[in-house]
């Protein structure tokens, strides 16, 4: 039957419609106003106020619009004029190695190796006989004078078997690609000129074949057994705690930074226990996706009951496999086509079988998890490459995997396509770029530089999704610092590596959050500030988006907070 009224109708429908629209939403928890909100949102991408509920976003808008979202015990942040952005997401890091770092020698900022053995001494002093002397972040390529005598420009150990004649040392690189022993750390692992190289390492040897204490790749494993053997006595309590300690580190650093989430690059099964007992007990104060690091046998065993997505209050996610198949450019370990320009008598080194990459390929497709692997040199991340296209064409009926190579960092101008079109996520670190960039060329030669080099723009245009990092504690796990040199690419001595390739300031800070966010599977939960996602928001006390570029550095985070909590307030 017709209806009789349908003017009535009109004005009744419109008239509800008006009540709806003018209700009161449900108050807000937190209130972000009177800021700048960058969204990382093409829909939106500016605003003045964000209002949030619970864990999530409710309205992003202007001051009046988000003023009616403000109830009685809402809180307010009056961001006066601040910016602020998505939550920071570390793309690349060792999360436990950060806290482990902060526990141990600190090596990044020492000028020259006599520093590293004056702080060896002074920890000498202070322990027992017999116990271990740890350290990282020395880097030979960063110190201001070589040291005396040295092979392949790397000290050898006799001043720092001096200073710490009885107790073991092992110096980590900064690279995490070679170390550092003396004497005593040696003898207890049983290295003499006659110990031969392992695969995937080498024990480098003066003229006379003696080991000079420098321990590339795998080699370290050596001493590094002799280190675990050393801990035997250590029950699992003592243990545990001494974790809990690290991760407990690891979390007031990133959160200090502005780091709301954070991509582990290799974990152990044992590791991942423990992060789900944090996440129980309400103790991890980020959000951690992890990639599990292990053998095949292992991983063949564990992989379908350790994969978990959002685990707690989507603090934990464990989908990732991680591998390395070669070393670092620093340390001369990068896999290479052809012979390094300052050592042409070496390629780098695989760390890596094939096979054995092969085969985690294979698990990988059958429960679920995106393969990362890590490759620096030309050689390696065609061999990854190689892999990956395989292991696709033989599963051809499953799409978007989002597999990853893991730092991608020196390329042929062959592989920089393959990466769109196989869509494998380039997982880079902006401040790896600078900091390297000023030996580069003595490495690889400045036309190997120019042309596949940390080539973030080539690879953009390939179709390829290129994320952000800093591989911490390889580097220091500020946002702020890799961000500047992906937008600079300004080395140490002011000179730029390779300008063309460097980001846009929007470019760089979508790679930091929600193409980072889309590597992990998690763009429809995080990475731009979007009612019904996360609020996992950083606050900055400047607009790096717009200063001038000599400015971003001196940048400050003012808040983290995540899942509407401030984690962090400066």
């Known amino acids: 039957m017709r209806n009789p009224f349908p003017a009535v109708t009109a004005f009744l429908c419109f008239l509800f419609l008006m009540i709806a629209g003018c209700a009161q939403p449900e108050p807000a928890d937190l209130v972000l106003r009177n800021g700048k909100i960058v969204t990382v949102d093409d829909k939106k991408p500016e605003a003045e106020a964000v209002a949030i509920r619970g864990d999530l976003i409710v309205a992003v808008g202007s001051n009046d619009e988000i003023q009616r979202h403000i109830g009685p015990s809402t809180e307010v942040i009056d961001l006066d004029g601040k910016l602020a952005i998505p939550g920071f997401i570390e793309g690349h890091g060792h999360f436990m190695g950060i806290g482990q770092a902060k526990l141990n020698l600190e090596l990044m900022h020492v000028r020259n190796w006599d520093e590293v053995v004056g702080m060896v001494k002074e920890a000498a002093g202070k322990v027992r006989p017999g116990e271990w002397i740890l350290g990282r972040g020395w880097h030979q390529e960063k110190w201001d004078k070589t040291p005396q005598p040295a092979v392949e420009g790397f000290p050898t150990h006799a001043s720092l078997s001096k200073a710490s004649p009885n107790n073991p040392v092992l110096l980590t690189h900064a690279s995490g690609h070679a170390g550092f022993a003396n004497a005593k750390a040696m003898e207890l692992a049983g290295i003499d000129p006659s110990t031969p190289n392992p695969s995937g390492g080498e024990i480098l040897k003066d003229a006379r074949g003696n080991p000079t204490g420098l321990l590339r790749e795998t080699a370290q494993g050596i001493v590094r057994r002799a280190w675990s053997e050393s801990r035997s006595t250590m029950s699992d ?13 690891a979390v007031e650093e990133c959160l200090s930074k502005g780091i709301t989430s954070f991509q582990d690059a290799g974990s152990s099964f044992g590791t991942i226990d423990l992060f789900k007992k944090l996440v129980d007990e309400k103790k991890l104060g980020l959000r951690l996706w992890v990639m599990v690091r292990s053998n095949n046998e292992d991983l063949a065993e564990n992989l379908a009951k350790y994969r978990m997505i959002n685990y707690g209050d989507k603090r934990l996610t464990v989908r990732g496999i991680k591998w390395s198949i070669d070393g670092a450019l620093g340390a001369r370990g ?54 990956f296209e395989a292991t696709f064409a033989a599963h051809a009926d499953k799409k978007d995997l989002r597999w990853r190579i893991e730092h991608a960092q020196h390329l042929h101008p062959d592989e920089i396509p393959r990466f769109g079109k196989l869509g494998v996520i380039a997982s880079m670190q902006g401040v790896h770029c600078t900091s390297d960039g000023g030996f580069v060329p003595a490495r690889l030669g400045n036309k190997r530089s120019e042309e596949g080099a940390y080539v973030w723009q080539k690879l953009m245009q390939s179709g390829a999704v290129v994320t952000n990092g800093t591989d911490a504690p390889v580097e220091d796990v500020s946002p702020i610092a890799s961000y500047y040199s992906t937008v600079s690419r300004k080395l140490k001595d002011g000179s730029v590596f390779y300008s063309d390739q460097r980001m846009n300031r929007m470019q760089a800070l979508k790679s930091y959050t929600i193409q980072c966010a889309y590597a992990a599977f998690e763009e429809n939960i995080k990475g731009s500030l979007t009612p019904g996602k996360l609020a996992d928001i950083t606050v900055l006390s400047r607009d790096i988006t717009t200063i001038p570029e000599e400015e971003i550095l001196a940048t400050d985070v003012l808040y983290t907070i995540v899942g509407g909590k401030v984690a962090f307030q400066k």
Do not use: F
């Open 334 to 387: 990068a896999w290479l086509l052809e012979p390094y320009s300052d050592l042409p008598t070496s390629t780098g080194l695989n760390t890596a079988s094939i096979e054995d990459v092969t085969q985690s390929a294979h698990l990988a497709m059958q429960h679920g998890y995106q393969l990362c692997v890590h490759a620096i040199g030309d050689r390696a991340n065609r061999e990854v490459m190689n892999i």
């Open 237 to 249: 309590e003592e243990k545990e705690i001494e974790s809990r300690r690290q991760a407990e580190l």
